[in-house]
């Protein structure tokens, strides 16, 4: 199938290489002369394992582009993939201008046949539908007609440094919207990875990837669900850390405990410093900001932002408790 990924960033970036890898024609589009150039040159402006050797396999094998020309993108791709940031405002909201900007760049430049759009920016809920009327917008600019396009929600789920495994490996795929047609195109683009065709080899032998079709607004839920329920899950192990070192328990062995129990699981209960990245505070914040909106007050989720606030003061007060003066030492802390 022919891919347009518009954004190279962490996100579009990925899934671009690895779209090519699994048999697709990409061209990525980035706004970055310089950042293009690069990566035309074979080399990757991230440190992702296994990114850059598979980069440049598909720009070998010609399936892979890098190119300024959104023009050029829209034409080729049968699939767009919208992967520009949205970085929070200091109000919490996501800032959604780069999103703006692409959708009316592609009302701008739509042509041919139909088009199935594609959010893969972590956006606000209710994104989908905006996304199409902006589109839409563009298009009436131009008074001419177009075959006709979908929106659809599918969100990412990939960790900073397992981008690459987590894109061939997912534990599910999620496709928002309300069109068959575009459901299908999509089932047809990942069918590679349901499938497991270029999974790992100790998960080649599992079922078929979980294909997780649903409207627009809960695929774009789903999202900011998932970091929500695993900041608080790292938000509560922290909290019990606190009261373990009150109580004299080793909350390693609490975590190890409480971990085995299948309800729970072992993952994100590290206890630390906190979260932190791109995604969490992020994404807990504009869920936040959106249930606001729609006049409900998200008390676990403030509580959980204000645990992790908190953690990190503790940081400071244990290391006064050790050295009783911190001025004029030198700290190093192990990550």
């Avoid at 040159?41 to 094998?61: D, H, K, R």
């Avoid at 100790?202 to 649903?214: F, G, M, R, W």
Wanted: aromatic fraction near 6%; charge should be negative; hydrophobic fraction near 45%.
């Amino acid at each position: 199938m022919r891919v347009c990924v518009i954004g190279t960033g962490y996100v579009g970036l990925v899934t671009g290489v690895c779209l090519a890898k699994i048999g697709h024609e990409v061209i990525c589009i980035d706004n970055n002369v310089a950042k293009v150039e690069q990566l035309r040159s074979g080399q990757s402006p991230i440190y992702e394992p296994g990114l850059e050797s598979l980069m440049l396999e598909a720009i070998a094998a010609d399936r892979l582009q890098f190119s300024t020309d959104l023009a050029a993108g829209v034409q080729h791709g049968e699939i767009l993939f919208i992967a520009v940031g949205t970085p929070a405002l200091p109000n919490g909201e996501s800032d959604t201008r780069y999103v703006e900007a692409v959708a009316r760049g592609i009302g701008a430049h739509l042509n041919g046949g139909y088009k199935v759009v594609v959010n893969k920016s972590t956006v606000p809920i209710g994104s989908g539908d905006w996304v199409r009327r902006i589109i839409l917008d563009g298009v009436a600019d131009r008074q001419d007609k177009i075959a006709g396009f979908d929106v659809v929600s599918n969100p990412e789920f990939l960790r900073e440094g397992a981008a690459v495994h987590d894109t061939f490996n997912p534990d599910r795929i999620v496709l928002g919207s309300s069109s068959a047609q575009a459901i299908d195109l999509m089932q047809k683009l990942y069918a590679p990875l349901v499938t497991r065709q270029f999974a790992d080899p100790q998960l080649a032998d599992l079922p078929p990837v979980p294909v997780v079709v649903t409207d627009l607004a809960s695929a774009e839920m789903i999202k900011y669900a998932a970091n929500a329920f695993l900041a608080v899950k790292i938000s509560f192990i922290n909290e019990v850390a606190n009261v373990c070192d009150r109580v004299g328990a080793d909350v390693i062995e609490v975590s190890r405990g409480i971990g085995l129990d299948s309800r729970i699981g072992a993952k994100f209960l590290q206890a630390g410093i906190g979260w932190g990245g791109s995604c969490f505070g992020k994404d807990v914040s504009a869920l936040i900001h959106t249930a606001t909106d729609y006049g409900y007050t998200a008390e676990l989720l403030k509580a959980c932002v204000q645990v992790n606030q908190n953690q990190r003061g503790l940081v400071v007060e244990k290391l006064q408790q050790a050295l009783k003066i911190l001025k004029g030492k030198t700290i190093g802390y192990w990550a």
